[in-house]
Structure formats: structure tokens, C-alpha cells
């Protein structure tokens, strides 16, 4: 029964000042109604703090433990959350509509790239001038690119935009981990 102290919102030790207290021991073993005085001499007597968990229950609920080592474990804790934390980023490799098919390779090869190394990619269709007038070039390169990638990747959107851009995007696949020295 972990808990998430903040001084702020806790009463410890001295700034408890319910007269009666229920009284749970470091394992969570309770050890009954007690007065204020009993259980800060119970605390007291094994070098341990008195923390209101439940102010609002009657009588409140007091936990014995040590404060400093529970809010290092909880900013370790928090530490390690935020390390297998993995935020997904998005990169964006631009087309033309009259993209040449080795300039539209390198860039294939380049969203395969980042598709293996676990990001998304939007592949973004930009449109000049009179080129807006022939969407539907724009539209068969990004099917083209969306075939092409298939085996890397997902398309999460059809090709869809605004007056200048259109844009794709694509999640990488799950790959299966595993493997080792055969």
C-alpha cells in the first residue's frame, strides 16, 4: 500500500493534531485506535515517522514508516517510469508530384530507414504553382510510396491535406523480438 506523500497535503509527526488515530504498522499490519501521544511514542520508539494517510476518515489513519526512504523510492520509481517511457517522433520527407524515380529511391530508402529504427514517417506532397491543378499526379506518387512501404510500415492515413500539401503517414510495424546466437 504504497502511497504518494506531499508535505503539503500530509501532516507528519508533530503536525498531526487529531486527538485519537488508527495506527498501521510499516507491513500494514494494524495496531488499533490509539491516542496521538501512543502512536508518536510507537514511532518514536523505532526511529520511524508518524504520516497522516487518510486525513479525512474518523478517526484519521496514520502509517508508520520512514519518510526519507519512502520518497527516495518514489523518485526512483518515477525516475525508472520515465525511462521506459517512449514517446514516438514523427519525421516528414517531402515529394514533389513530378518527383524523378531515382530521387523518389533515395527517399524510399530513407523513410525505410527510419521506419526500422521505430519512428513514423509523413511522407508530405508539396504542390508549386500549376502543379495544384494536377492532383492527381500527387495522389499516385503517395500510392506509389504506400505500396513501396508496405512491408515496413502501416499507413495510418489516407492521402489527405489542403490547398499546397497533401500527406501520408506511416507507423512502422511491430517487430517481433527475439532471436539470439543460433
Known amino acids: 500500500m504504497e502511497t504518494l506523500i506531499s508535505q503539503n497535503k500530509q501532516k507528519v509527526n508533530e503536525e498531526i493534531t487529531a486527538p485519537k488515530v488508527r495506527l498501521m504498522g510499516e507491513n500494514g499490519d494494524s495496531h488499533g485506535f490509539l491516542t496521538l501521544r501512543e502512536a508518536q511514542q510507537i514511532a518514536d520508539e ?103 512501404l508496405k512491408e515496413h510500415g502501416k499507413v495510418e492515413s489516407s492521402p489527405k491535406g489542403d490547398a499546397r500539401r497533401m500527406q501520408i503517414i506511416i507507423a512502422p510495424l511491430a517487430h517481433k523480438k527475439g532471436g539470439g546466437k543460433a
Not at 526512504?69 to 514533389?96: D, G
Not at 530507414?113 to 519512428?119: D, I, K, P
Not at 494536377?134 to 513501396?148: A, N, P, Y
Open 46 to 148: 523505532r526511529n520511524l515517522d508518524l504520516v497522516e494517510v487518510a486525513p479525512d476518515a474518523d478517526p484519521p489513519v496514520c502509517r508508520l514508516m520512514d519518510l526519507g526512504k519512502h520518497k527516495y523510492r518514489q523518485k526512483k520509481k518515477l525516475q525508472e517510469q520515465r525511462k521506459k517511457q517512449h514517446t514516438v517522433e514523427l519525421k516528414e520527407i517531402w515529394l514533389r508530384p513530378r518527383i524523378d524515380v531515382h530521387d523518389l529511391g533515395v527517399k524510399l530508402n530513407k523513410a525505410k530507414g527510419f521506419l526500422e529504427q521505430g519512428f513514423r514517417v509523413a511522407m508530405t506532397m508539396r504542390f508549386r504553382a500549376r502543379e495544384i491543378l494536377h492532383k492527381e499526379l500527387g495522389i499516385k506518387v503517395l500510392q506509389d510510396v504506400s505500396d513501396e
